[in-house]
């Protein structure tokens, strides 16, 4: 039976009805195209649609773009191309850019590129809009380059990618530091660290030095290997080149640290990191919160706000304290609020982040109603909460049984602009499996294929346990194919849900050559999964 409780919707925001902008949007002296050309020449593209001319009816977009005399004129046009259907396509997305290029708006130029070309993965349309640009006579520099190497990055096409830095060389437009940072993060997601480290030469090579975005891309990598002695040299490192390392250089081998229980150096560099007046975030908090024991969620939060105020809001610990000695959870919740209240007088985006700590360990501990409370408080002083917060409590109320609640706050979410990731995804999977409810992770599934993002392994992983949990083989093969069509390479843990699958299922023949294909695609198992294949083949004979 599904329980219900009113969630107070309206008391944290209220709903909103934001106004249609454009990321170009810039203001310059007003000199608009008459209302009669431009009616004119709307009715013309109406006209033409209705009589099928698509190309006729870009055609006239394109010329009325090109005769704007202002970037909001011109701006106005591909609005409107928006709202009657029309598909932008390279002309109108050529004529936009040299237009705004014109009009002495390069940084707007940029912002459409990236987000109207770049984004929607039309990756041959950016690469013929360098040709036409390049053709008309215009510069095409580093942000846009960058730009299409990071969309050819994402989607594991290297030698792509290269092949933009090279003409990027022959036109004679010099990388900067973001352009290695790419490309480097661009071989790390492939696994080949040697193409990495050539271009971490070449840039040095060429006297850019790596700033702590080239340095945290290795550390990662480092990490996610097992290397931890090589992750820390390089954080080390960062000092002696005058570079001062932020957060998200040590989470990393904090995590990794946990994960090889190393704790003892996991408290050292955590001292380390907080006595050097580095502001902690809320990852780094998740972290500790997942590895640390049952119990010490507010304990942790209270360090990690203490940190907080002092290196970030330079207020000083002891005066920020009510009590000595707190033994409660009670007198715990207490002075995290004093905390968070002095940090919400100083600095609103430091609040967000010790708001957001605040509800996860509230969440976590099963304090569903204080950390809505607390939800409220940080909307109700200005902040919109990170999706982090969101998270927290989408797990927190699937938990609680609360699924109209969980329905209210993705409202919230939507309302506010706020875009739900694939931890949020995942969370929801995950918690519909548990229920073993099935025909709404499946929804969830459709949901992403349709609107974006693209699912993530895990949640694969999730749906196809469940499956095979419920003797489903089939349909759990079936999405098995599905992820590896879709451009996904199974993990561990996809392979072994699908061995012990069929292991169980008595089809032993089908485990093993799975087994082998794992083994195929570089994946090396662990013991365990060779102690599950071995134990369901003795159990099956």
């Given at each position: 039976?599904i329980?219900?409780?009113?969630?107070?919707?309206?008391?944290?925001?209220?709903?909103?009805?934001?106004?249609?902008?454009?990321?170009?949007?810039?203001?310059?002296?007003?000199?608009?195209?008459?209302?009669?050309?431009?009616s004119?020449?709307?009715?013309?593209?109406?006209?033409?649609?209705?009589?099928?001319?698509?190309s006729?009816?870009?055609?006239?977009?394109?010329?009325?773009?090109?005769?704007?005399p202002?970037?909001?004129?011109?701006?106005?046009?591909?609005?409107?191309?928006?709202?009657?259907?029309?598909?932008?396509?390279?002309?109108?997305?050529?004529e936009?850019?040299?237009?705004?290029?014109?009009?002495?708006?390069?940084?707007?130029?940029?912002?459409?590129?990236?987000?109207?070309?770049?984004?929607?993965?039309?990756?041959?349309?950016?690469?013929?809009?360098f040709?036409?640009?390049?053709?008309?006579?215009?510069?095409?520099?580093?942000?846009?380059?960058?730009?299409?190497?990071?969309?050819?990055?994402k989607?594991?096409?290297?030698?792509?990618?290269?092949?933009?830095?090279?003409?990027?060389?022959?036109?004679?437009?010099d990388?900067?530091i973001?352009?290695?940072?790419?490309?480097?993060?661009?071989?790390?997601?492939?696994?080949?660290?040697?193409?990495?480290?050539?271009?971490?030469?070449?840039?040095?090579?060429?006297?850019?030095?790596?700033?702590?975005?080239?340095?945290?891309?290795?550390?990662?990598?480092?990490?996610?290997?097992?290397?931890?002695?090589?992750?820390?040299?390089?954080?080390?490192?960062?000092?002696?080149?005058?570079?001062a390392?932020?957060?998200?250089?040590?989470?990393?081998?904090?995590?990794?640290?946990?994960k090889?229980?190393?704790?003892l150096?996991?408290?050292?560099?955590?001292?380390?990191?907080?006595?050097?007046?580095?502001?902690?975030?809320?990852?780094?908090?998740?972290?500790?919160?997942?590895?640390?024991?049952?119990?010490?969620?507010?304990?942790?939060?209270?360090?990690?706000?203490?940190?907080?105020?002092?290196?970030?809001?330079?207020?000083?610990?002891?005066?920020?304290?009510?009590?000595?000695?707190?033994?409660?959870?009670?007198?715990?919740?207490?002075?995290?609020?004093?905390?968070?209240?002095?940090?919400?007088?100083?600095?609103?985006?430091?609040?967000?982040?010790?708001?957001?700590?605040?509800?996860?360990?509230?969440?976590?501990d099963?304090?569903?109603?204080?950390?809505?409370?607390?939800f409220?408080?940080?909307?109700?002083?200005?902040?919109i909460?990170?999706?982090?917060?969101?998270?927290s409590?989408?797990?927190?109320?699937?938990?609680?049984?609360?699924?109209?609640?969980?329905?209210?706050?993705?409202?919230?979410?939507?309302?506010?602009?706020?875009?739900?990731?694939?931890?949020?995804?995942?969370?929801?999977?995950?918690?519909?499996?548990?229920?073993?409810?099935?025909a709404?992770?499946?929804?969830?599934?459709?949901?992403?294929?349709?609107?974006?993002?693209?699912?993530?392994?895990?949640?694969?992983?999730?749906?196809?346990?469940?499956?095979?949990?419920?003797?489903?083989?089939?349909e759990?093969?079936?999405?098995?194919?599905?992820?590896r069509?879709?451009?996904?390479?199974?993990?561990?843990?996809?392979?072994?849900?699908?061995?012990?699958?069929?292991?169980?299922?008595?089809?032993?023949?089908?485990?093993?050559?799975?087994?082998?294909?794992?083994?195929e695609?570089?994946?090396?198992?662990?013991?365990?999964?060779?102690?599950?294949?071995?134990?369901?083949?003795?159990?099956?004979?």
């Amino acid at each position: 039976m599904i329980k219900r409780r009113p969630f107070y919707r309206s008391l944290y925001f209220k709903p909103k009805k934001r106004p249609i902008t454009s990321t170009c949007a810039v203001p310059l002296d007003p000199q608009p195209i008459s209302n009669d050309h431009t009616s004119l020449c709307q009715s013309l593209v109406h006209d033409l649609l209705r009589r099928g001319l698509l190309s006729s009816a870009q055609q006239v977009i394109q010329r009325f773009i090109a005769s704007s005399p202002t970037v909001p004129d011109a701006l106005s046009a591909i609005e409107f191309a928006s709202a009657s259907g029309v598909d932008l396509g390279l002309g109108i997305s050529c004529e936009l850019l040299r237009k705004l290029v014109d009009l002495g708006e390069p940084l707007s130029a940029h912002e459409f590129y990236r987000d109207h070309v770049i984004a929607r993965g039309w990756l041959v349309e950016a690469e013929l809009v360098f040709e036409e640009m390049e053709v008309q006579g215009f510069f095409v520099d580093k942000v846009m380059y960058t730009s299409l190497m990071n969309a050819h990055g994402k989607n594991k096409k290297m030698k792509m990618a290269m092949r933009v830095y090279f003409r990027m060389l022959k036109k004679g437009c010099d990388p900067d530091i973001c352009t290695y940072n790419t490309l480097i993060h661009g071989f790390l997601k492939m696994g080949l660290f040697d193409k990495a480290w050539a271009l971490w030469s070449l840039m040095s090579d060429s006297g850019i030095q790596p700033n702590e975005v080239t340095y945290n891309l290795m550390i990662c990598y480092y990490c996610k290997q097992g290397k931890l002695d090589c992750a820390k040299m390089l954080l080390n490192s960062m000092v002696l080149c005058n570079l001062a390392p932020c957060v998200h250089c040590y989470t990393p081998i904090i995590a990794a640290l946990y994960k090889q229980n190393r704790c003892l150096e996991v408290y050292e560099l955590c001292e380390r990191m907080l006595e050097s007046g580095i502001v902690p975030d809320h990852v780094l908090f998740f972290v500790l919160m997942r590895n640390e024991p049952k119990g010490l969620e507010l304990q942790l939060c209270l360090l990690m706000l203490q940190a907080i105020a002092k290196n970030g809001c330079g207020l000083d610990r002891s005066s920020l304290s009510i009590s000595d000695k707190i033994n409660s959870s009670a007198g715990l919740e207490q002075e995290i609020e004093l905390i968070l209240r002095e940090i919400a007088r100083i600095d609103l985006n430091l609040c967000n982040v010790a708001g957001s700590i605040y509800v996860s360990a509230l969440c976590e501990d099963g304090k569903t109603e204080t950390a809505l409370a607390c939800f409220k408080n940080v909307a109700s002083a200005g902040c919109i909460p990170l999706l982090f917060t969101f998270n927290s409590l989408i797990k927190r109320l699937f938990q609680d049984g609360l699924f109209e609640d969980v329905k209210s706050l993705m409202d919230i979410m939507q309302n506010e602009g706020i875009v739900p990731n694939l931890e949020t995804y995942l969370i929801m999977v995950n918690e519909y499996c548990k229920q073993e409810d099935l025909a709404s992770a499946f929804g969830i599934l459709d949901q992403m294929k349709e609107m974006g993002p693209k699912p993530s392994v895990a949640i694969y992983d999730c749906i196809i346990a469940c499956l095979s949990q419920q003797r489903r083989i089939s349909e759990a093969e079936t999405l098995f194919h599905r992820m590896r069509r879709d451009g996904l390479d199974p993990d561990e843990v996809a392979y072994m849900t699908m061995i012990n699958a069929y292991a169980r299922d008595g089809r032993g023949d089908k485990a093993l050559n799975l087994f082998e294909k794992m083994i195929e695609n570089a994946i090396q198992p662990s013991s365990y999964s060779y102690t599950s294949l071995i134990s369901g083949l003795v159990k099956r004979k």
